[in-house]
């Protein structure tokens, strides 16, 4: 009976180690995961941006909170935005900032990722995973992961490179928009600025 | 003589002055940002740059990157970031951080011989880790408030106190210093570290191109953001949102 317990136990913190990973753990397994089929696949290396965009859908977004992250960079507008519009306004930011960072990828060649050393108090729902990327001849990059504990585990809500936010760093230009349009016209904005962004991968991809 | 200059020239400047902001009042810059009070002089000189990169320096900066094979780059990169080197030490010491500026001296050392020069950066092969320190930094570590937020001509943005630092900067800067009898050497020394420092920024133009949707505004911040780092060392403290 007592064998059973222990078993059981076991069992129990086994289950919830894979559910909960620590967020150090999840990204360096996602990175390196990602990286592998990088390196491996011609067609990204060749600037295939479509194909990098389905690998990170696949591959990264799971652990990304774009709610989060687009509300981070609409910042005070974001409770004028109606539920509707928040919903839109976070397929498109996610749309813009996904093509920035495939194509971030796809410029991948013999750089390396080292981890920093990560300490995390008991209990921390938010916190900072801080990664380099060496690359020959140049100085090496700060990459760090904001990530907040959720039901579903923890997600990625923002991302700084070399101390600039891919996500606060659009908050000027956000709220100049709505200033100039309202939230619909953020919206349209964004919008537009995908569908050009998309006609111009066409060509090239055509090439 | 330099009395009736320096009379024309502030005659010229406020003449400037006035049109550009006459122009920025055109433009419509109604409400100010207040981390950009110049925004409307600011952005008239960025377009300036611009037009300025287009036509001449990206170009440039692209046939170099394509031209050099990597370990080249590498080492005239190398070459610059070792002649850095003393005065990064110099301003880690006026910040006080003087373990940084041993970790500086030493690199310096290493580099300048068995480096052959600074071509290598042994140094950072043996763990010696290179800082990113200038007196700008140094300025903001002393409690010299930032002022506004400037864009200029070549050197691009920079904030009232970082134009200040950059003078300093230039004015110690061993390149700049270099004597010769026709100053051709030194010339071509600038000239190649300011190509070689636009060309290692060509991955970030794509960047820049697709995400921003303003990207004068795009490139303001993210100066702004990533000062704020490295004056912080690369931990800067969280602003509230």
């Known amino acids: 009976m007592k064998k059973l317990f ?11 180690a894979v559910a909960q990973e620590a967020p150090d753990v999840l990204i360096k397994k996602v990175t390196d995961e990602v990286l592998e089929i990088v ?24 652990h990304f909170n774009f709610q989060h992250m687009t509300a981070l960079a609409v910042g005070k507008d974001w409770r004028k935005a109606s539920a509707q519009q928040q919903q839109q306004l976070t397929a498109e930011f996610k749309t813009l900032l996904v093509r920035t960072y495939a194509n971030a990828l796809t410029g991948y060649k013999n750089q390396k990722v080292v981890y920093k050393p990560f300490k995390m108090a ?24 904001s990530l907040e504990k959720l039901d579903a585990g923890w997600k990625v809500y923002d991302m700084t490179v070399a101390g600039i936010s891919l996500v606060t760093n659009y908050r000027d230009q956000f709220a100049q928009e709505v200033r100039n349009g309202g939230v619909d016209g953020l919206i349209a ?19 | 003589m330099n009395r009736i200059f320096a009379a024309t020239d502030a005659k010229i400047s406020n003449w400037l002055i006035g049109a550009l902001f006459a122009l920025s009042a055109g433009m419509g810059v109604a409400d100010e940002n207040p981390r950009d009070p110049y925004e409307g002089f600011n952005r008239a ?50 910040q006080g951080k003087l373990a940084d500026a041993g970790i500086d001296a030493a690199r310096l050392l290493v580099n300048s011989t068995l480096g052959i020069f600074g071509l290598f950066d042994v140094a950072s092969e043996m763990g010696l880790e290179k800082h990113e320190e200038d007196f700008g930094q140094t300025m903001a570590v002393w409690g010299v408030p930032s002022g506004p937020y400037l864009f200029w001509p070549f050197i691009g943005p ?65 100066y702004l953001q990533r000062r704020r780092n490295q004056i912080f060392d690369g931990r800067p403290p969280r602003l509230d949102d």
Do not use: H
């Open chain 2, 158 to 222: 920079r904030t009232v106190r970082d134009t200040a630092g950059w003078l300093g900067d230039t004015f110690v800067d061993p390149v700049w210093s270099v004597r010769t009898r026709t100053a051709a050497v030194r010339n071509s020394l600038v000239v190649t570290r300011y190509v070689d420092v636009r060309a290692s920024l060509l991955p970030a133009d794509k960047v820049v191109e697709e995400g921003a949707l303003d990207k004068y505004a795009y490139i303001r911040d993210a």
């Open chain 1, 39 to 62: 390196r491996s696949d011609k067609d990204i290396q060749n600037g295939n941006t479509q194909k990098v965009i389905d690998l990170v859908d696949k591959k990264v977004l799971p």
């Open chain 1, 122 to 145: 008991p209990g921390e729902t938010d916190v900072l995973v801080r990664t380099e990327v060496l690359q020959p001849g140049s100085k090496p990059v700060q990459l760090d992961y």
């Open chain 2, 45 to 94: 000189m960025y377009s300036v740059n611009d037009a300025l990169d287009r036509a001449a320096i990206k170009p440039v900066a692209k046939a170099y990157d394509a031209a050099l094979p990597l370990p080249v780059r590498a080492g005239v990169g190398n070459f610059f970031g070792n002649t850095g080197d003393l005065w990064i030490g110099i301003n880690d010491v006026m």
């Open chain 1, 6 to 16: 222990v078993f059981l136990f076991a069992g129990f913190v086994a289950a919830s």
């Open chain 1, 189 to 207: 904005t964004i919008s537009a600025k995908n569908k050009s962004l998309e006609s111009n991968q066409g060509k090239v991809d055509k090439k």
